[in-house]
Structures are given as C-alpha cells and as structure tokens.
Nanobody, 122 residues
Framework: QVQLVESGGGLVQAGGSLRLSCAAS????????KGWFRQAPGKEREFVAA????????NYANSVKGRFTISRDNAKNTVYLQMNSLKPEETAMYYC???????????????WGQGVQVTVSS
C-alpha cells in the first residue's frame, strides 16, 4: 500500500519558520514527482510547491516564492518544505502529494497524505 506521511507541522509566530517533511513508503515512490498543497478552513485546496522526480525542476505558487523551498532526498524517500517568514493567513492543513506522471501544479495528483496542521499566530 502506498503511503505518504507528513510531519513537522505545529504552531509558530508570524515571521517564524517551519520545515515540513513527507516520507513515502515503497521504492516505486522514490522518483515520483512530489507536491505540497494547503487548505484553510472554508477555502479550496491550493498549490504551494512541486518538485520533479530528480529534483531538477521546482515550481512555486507566487505567494510563497522567495520564502518557501521544496527539496527532496531520494535516498530517504522524503520530500521537504522549508517555510520561512510565515504569515497568519498561511494557517492551513498542508498536504503532500505524489504522481508518477511528472511534476504538476494542479490537484490531480495520484496519491495524497493525510495532512499536517500549520498554525501561524499573529
């Protein structure tokens, strides 16, 4: 069974930083494209960042460019999202996703994690 497990969420003050991790089970996942999305209460899920299987291509939502960094360690089958200068409006459930078909910025990923809560206090 394919699984994605997120960790690293929590409560942080505005301007602070958090690093999210997403560990994938199964060797087949190692070179899948990975993405991060977030969903705040009452809002639609939105794209945050994505990275290709090799790590050579990275895409970011305009709202996070320059503050967030997506990276991956294929030896550990893990993808990371370093989030700096966090804002209260970025409080949301953050989800990791994986896709065998390549990097994408829409929500049509094949596999999803359960999500991890990030709360940014003002």
């Amino acid at each position: 069974q394919v699984q994605l497990v997120e960790s690293g969420g929590g409560l942080v003050q505005a301007g602070g930083s958090l690093r999210l991790s997403c560990a994938a089970s199964g060797r087949a996942f190692i070179y899948y494209a990975k993405g991060w999305f977030r969903q705040a209460p009452g809002k639609e899920r939105e794209f945050v960042a994505a990275i290709s299987g090799s790590g050579g291509i990275r895409n970011y939502a305009n709202s996070v460019k320059g503050r967030f960094t997506i990276s991956r360690d294929n030896a550990k089958n893990t993808v990371y999202l370093q989030m700096n200068s966090l804002k209260p409006e970025e409080t949301a459930m953050y989800y990791c996703a994986a896709d065998s078909r390549g990097i994408r910025t829409d929500s049509g990923y094949e596999y999803w994690g359960q999500g991890v809560q990030v709360t940014v206090s003002s």
